[in-house]
C-alpha cells in the first residue's frame, strides 16, 4: 500500500478556502486516492474519492495532478464546524484494507 | 446515513475480565473491519471479514479475536482484558461492489481496563 504524507496540521479561519495536500509517490497505477474527516470521539466519514484530474461533491473537491503523485483536498468556504482531522488515503478500490496514516488536523478559528 | 451500530460506547472494566464488543450493520454490507485508535493517534487495522465465517488478522497484531457468523453481526472478544487493551476500538463496514472505497464506521467503543 501507497504510504502518504500529510501536514501534521492546518488553521484556517471561517469562511476561507482551506486546501490539504498529500503526497503519495509510490501510488500503483489502479490505486484511487480517498479522503476521510474525523471527528473527536467519533468514527471516521469519507468525504471524497477519486482516481484522476478534479471530483467534486456538495461538500469538497479533490485535485489529482496528470503524475498522481499528489493530491489536494480543497474545502470552500470552511465554517467551525469543520474542525476535524482529515486523513487521505491511497489503494484499491474494491474494499479491504485501509492504511490510515496521521492525518491532518484542521482547526477552523471564528 | 450509515447504519452502523456498536455498543457499548462506553466500558470501563477491570484487569483479567472477559468483554465482547458489539458491532452490527443493517446495510447488508459484506466486508467489515475492526481498528484500534489511542486518543491522538492513527487508525490501525486488526481484525477483518470478508463474509460469514471470513475472518482475518489486520495490520496490528491484538489479542482479540472475532467471529463472523451473520452477515450483520461482527463482535470482537477479549478473553482476558489488560490495561494494554485501553483504547477506542471502532467497527466499519463496507460494500463489495467497486469503485467505492468507502467504509461505513459505527461511533467507537471507549474501553478502560483498570
Known amino acids: 500500500l501507497a504510504k502518504t504524507t500529510q501536514p501534521i496540521s492546518m488553521d484556517s479561519y471561517e469562511g476561507q478556502e482551506v486546501n490539504i495536500t498529500c503526497s503519495h509517490n509510490n501510488i500503483a497505477t489502479n490505486d484511487y486516492i480517498t479522503w476521510y474527516q474525523q471527528f473527536p470521539s467519533q468514527g471516521p466519514r469519507f468525504i471524497i474519492q477519486g482516481y484522476k484530474t478534479k471530483v467534486t461533491n456538495e461538500v469538497a473537491s479533490l485535485f489529482i495532478p496528470a503524475d498522481r503523485k499528489s493530491s489536494t483536498l480543497s474545502l470552500p468556504r470552511v465554517s467551525l464546524s469543520d474542525t476535524a482531522v482529515y486523513y487521505c488515503l491511497v489503494g484499491q478500490p474494491y474494499g479491504n484494507k485501509l492504511v490510515f496514516g496521521a492525518g491532518t488536523i484542521l482547526r477552523v478559528k471564528s | 446515513e450509515a447504519d452502523i451500530y456498536q455498543t457499548p460506547r462506553y466500558l470501563v472494566i477491570g484487569t483479567g475480565k472477559k468483554i465482547t464488543l458489539e458491532c452490527s450493520q443493517t446495510m447488508g454490507h459484506d466486508k467489515m473491519y475492526w481498528y484500534q485508535q489511542d486518543p491522538g493517534m492513527e487508525l490501525h487495522l486488526i481484525h477483518y471479514?470478508?463474509?460469514?465465517?471470513?475472518?482475518e488478522k489486520g495490520d496490528l497484531s491484538s489479542e482479540s479475536t472475532v467471529s463472523r457468523i451473520r452477515t450483520e453481526h461482527f463482535p470482537l472478544t477479549l478473553e482476558s482484558a489488560r490495561p494494554s487493551h485501553t483504547s477506542q476500538y471502532l467497527c466499519a463496514s463496507s460494500d463489495s461492489e467497486p469503485p467505492s472505497y468507502e467504509q461505513y464506521f459505527g461511533p467507537g467503543t471507549r474501553l478502560t481496563v483498570t
Open positions: 471479514s470478508y463474509g460469514v465465517n471470513s475472518t
